[in-house]
C-alpha cells in the first residue's frame, strides 16, 4: 500500500502561484508513476500532469502546459506541482494519485490522496 498526502492548497488571485506537495508512505514510491488531477465542481476528475519514477518523463495536460511544472524528489518521497499564472478555470480539488498506468493520461492509478482545494479568484 502506499499513502499520498496532498498539501499547499488555498486561495489566490488570477496571476497567482501555489506549489502543491504529495507526500508519500508506505511501500517504495519511487516505484511508480504519480500524476496530479484534478476535480472541478460538477466536472469529472481529469489528469493534470504526471511524472515517471526517474523523474525524467512527464505529461501536461494542454490547458496548464507552460504554467504547471510537475517535480519529484525520490529522497523525500514527495511529488510537486507548480503551479504559475493561475486562471479561476484551475479552481478545483486537485488530487495525487500513484500506479503503473500504460498511459499517463488514460491508465489506472491504484493510490490515491484526499485532495487539497485550491480556489482561484478574478
Known amino acids: 500500500q502506499v499513502q499520498l498526502l496532498e498539501s499547499g492548497g488555498g486561495w489566490v488571485q488570477t496571476g497567482g502561484s501555489l506549489r502543491l506537495s504529495c507526500e508519500a508512505s508506505?511501500?517504495?514510491?519511487?516505484?511508480?508513476?504519480t500524476g496530479w488531477f484534478r476535480q472541478a465542481p460538477g466536472k469529472e476528475r481529469r489528469i493534470v500532469a504526471a511524472?515517471?519514477?526517474?523523474?525524467?518523463?512527464?505529461y501536461y495536460v494542454d490547458s496548464v502546459k507552460g504554467r504547471f511544472t510537475i517535480t519529484r524528489d525520490n529522497a523525500k518521497n514527495t511529488v510537486y506541482l507548480q503551479m504559475n499564472s493561475l486562471k479561476p478555470e484551475d479552481t478545483a480539488v486537485y488530487f495525487c494519485?500513484?500506479?503503473?498506468?500504460?498511459?499517463?493520461?488514460?491508465?489506472?492509478?491504484?493510490?490515491w490522496g484526499q485532495g487539497t482545494q485550491v480556489t482561484v479568484s478574478s
Open positions: 494519485a500513484a500506479g503503473r498506468p500504460n498511459t499517463y493520461s488514460t491508465g489506472t492509478y491504484d493510490y
Open positions: 508506505g511501500r517504495t514510491f519511487s516505484n511508480y508513476v
Open positions: 511524472i515517471d519514477w526517474s523523474g525524467g518523463s512527464t
